[in-house]
């Protein structure tokens, strides 16, 4: 039997190029795919910082805006603490027959049939028409139902206080 010697040497020259074509090959995509990991490595970091900063961000306006609210509530708590305040102050001095009410009354209007005696002033000059004074128990219902206004409007602007804040 013969041997057929360039048949087997040129098979070892085509495995011995595959070999090295596989080795070069090999090293040249090994360095691609290392530079392809450590750009994805910085990419995924700068996205991590940048998810790091605004997160930070978003911390920043929630605190500033909890701080707007705390302060709108204390400046709307003060507004109605001081409203009662003055309320209750007038409520004693209506008590007290210190302050009476009195309405100005329409001197043109003669419809009603009903002449009301106006309401003397000690020692005051009371600019304006006649005027007669109001029952200390109607008064009283009077500056109740004021009172109760003036917190509802209280109320409505601190609503709207709210509302602005959220929206900034």
Sequence with gaps: MVV????????ALVLIGAGSAWQ???GRYGKQLAEQGRLHAET???LTQAAATAQQADQDKHLALEQRLSASDQTHYKEL???QTNQARLRDRLAT????????LDAADSAGGCSVPAGTQAGGVVHGGARARLDPAHAQRIVAITGEGD???IALQ???DYLRNLQH
């Design 4 to 11: 057929p010697w360039r048949l087997i040497g040129a098979l």
């Design 24 to 26: 070069f090959q090999d």
């Design 44 to 46: 995924l970091d700068q």
């Design 81 to 83: 603490t001081d409203a």
């Design 97 to 104: 027959s210190d302050l009476r009410l009195s309405v100005l």
């Design 151 to 153: 917190r509802g409007l």
């Design 158 to 160: 601190a609503c709207q």
